[in-house]
């Protein structure tokens, strides 16, 4: 167990149990393995083995409750993602990665959620630090990275990686890796001619082309909050207050973690003289990024 060799630990486990079926610590490392993996339905059984062993001792109805309730938790998960509530998503996978730890189809769906719910960063950080060595070169986790570093607006390192997936796509998936890869491809050049618009102080342009860059991957929240947010910006230039504040407003109902928009919605609120609008935007700004 404590070199992650859980096949081999389960195998010593039931040989235990199958000398000794009143064997306690058996019993409850037994119930530990299968909880690490996620098979919950074979942690509860253990579980209940102990109760029976030992009906006095209040530790292992406990422990019967716990892995209930993660049982629980975990049909909601599937419910959830099957209605994409990705925020639901993250808070369940969250709570069941914390008992589940090795649970393989658990991480993806919280990686998943993490991506879906604007948190590329989050996902990357969870990727070097939770999916071990053995597990990272497989094909749905290298697209769940190459998914974050595109919304990341990493477009090198996403294409690295795309390009890889595509050179050993199967049937079903090169379709999916070849529509990400246009997307990249547009994306990365037509935000650049639109910034450099904006830096002319060519507005209307930069606003056109803001305009069609929404229209390229409408599932990219990530991407198309700061595009919202840009264009927000040239309209606030143009002193078209009340469009900017209609753009700010979208922008943070797609990522609502992204504390520039707040900054911005924060300037636009003070010249309508919405001042404690203006200080709420503020302090939401403070709490995503405290360094502000």
Not at 19 to 40: D, W
Not at 43 to 70: G, M, Q, T, W
Not at 190 to 204: I, L, Q, S
Request: hydrophobic share 35%; proline share 1%; charged share 30%.
């Amino acid at each position: 167990m404590s070199v992650r060799k859980y096949a081999q630990a389960k195998s010593d486990l039931n040989k235990a149990v199958t000398l000794n079926s009143k064997n306690i610590k058996a019993l409850k490392r037994l119930a530990q393995v299968h909880l690490i993996l996620g098979e919950l339905s074979e942690a509860e059984l253990f579980l209940k083995k102990c109760v029976e062993v030992e009906p006095n001792d209040e530790s292992h109805k406990i422990d019967v409750d716990i892995v209930r309730e993660l049982i629980n938790s975990h049909k909601d998960l599937n419910k959830a993602k099957f209605l994409y509530d990705w925020k639901k998503c993250e808070i369940l996978g969250e709570k069941l990665l914390s008992k589940c730890t090795e649970d393989y189809k658990i991480k993806l769906i919280y990686m998943e959620s993490l991506i879906n719910n604007c948190k590329p960063q989050a996902a990357l950080t969870y990727f070097k630090e939770k999916i071990h060595s053995e597990d990272s070169r497989n094909e749905k986790i290298q697209y769940l990275v190459c998914q974050a570093y595109y919304q990341d607006g990493k477009y090198e390192k996403a294409k690295q990686i795309l390009t890889q997936l595509i050179a050993m796509a199967r049937d079903e998936n090169i379709e999916k890796y070849k529509t990400l890869w246009d997307n990249l491809k547009q994306l990365e050049t037509e935000k650049e001619k639109a910034n450099d618009c904006f830096k002319r102080g060519d507005f209307d342009t930069a606003i056109q082309l803001y305009t069609k860059l929404l229209e390229v991957d409408t599932n990219n929240k990530t991407f198309n909050s700061t595009i919202l947010a840009n264009r927000a910006l040239c309209f606030q230039k143009k002193n078209k207050t009340l469009d900017a504040l209609t753009d700010i407003n979208n922008s943070i109902s797609l990522n609502s973690n992204y504390w520039k928009a707040f900054y911005r919605r924060a300037t636009i609120n003070l010249i309508l003289k919405n001042i404690s609008k203006a200080k709420d935007d503020l302090n939401r700004v403070l709490e995503l990024d405290s360094s502000k």
